[in-house]
């Protein structure tokens, strides 16, 4: 098992930034891939951005030059810096981590509001 623990969510007004972060401990060994996904009211849960262990990322279009994805491995922890925020991108972010075989595992959800 793994377990993942997110922080850094918040509320900020649109062009400001925040930084979540994801925890994991368990069988951290196990671990491919970590990322980051959304889901707004009414909206199915999208990925924002993912980072192997290799450190290969890719990106949500939409957030492209704005939010950087890192992995700290001394520390087990994924980091989502987000700039240029959006009142679109007002969310309940969700930190994954993927095995190879396919296995996700997710924490449990931290709101970021984008708002005036």
């Known amino acids: 098992q793994v377990q993942l623990v997110e922080s850094g969510g918040g509320l900020v007004q649109p062009g400001g930034s925040l930084r979540l972060s994801c925890a994991a401990s368990?069988?951290?060994?196990?671990?491919?891939?970590m990322g980051w996904y959304r889901q707004a009211p009414g909206k199915e849960r999208e990925l924002v951005a993912r980072?192997?262990?290799?450190?290969?990322?890719n990106y949500k279009d939409s957030v492209k030059g704005r939010f950087t994805i890192s992995l700290d491995n001394a520390k087990n922890t994924v980091y989502l810096q987000m700039n240029s925020l959006k009142p679109e991108d007002t969310a309940v972010y969700y930190c994954?981590?993927?095995?190879?075989?396919?296995?996700?595992?997710w924490g449990q959800g931290t709101q970021v509001t984008v708002s005036s």
């Open positions: 980072i192997t262990s290799g450190g290969i990322t």
């Open positions: 994954n981590a993927q095995t190879p075989e396919m296995v996700s595992y």
């Open positions: 368990g069988r951290i060994f196990s671990i491919y891939c």
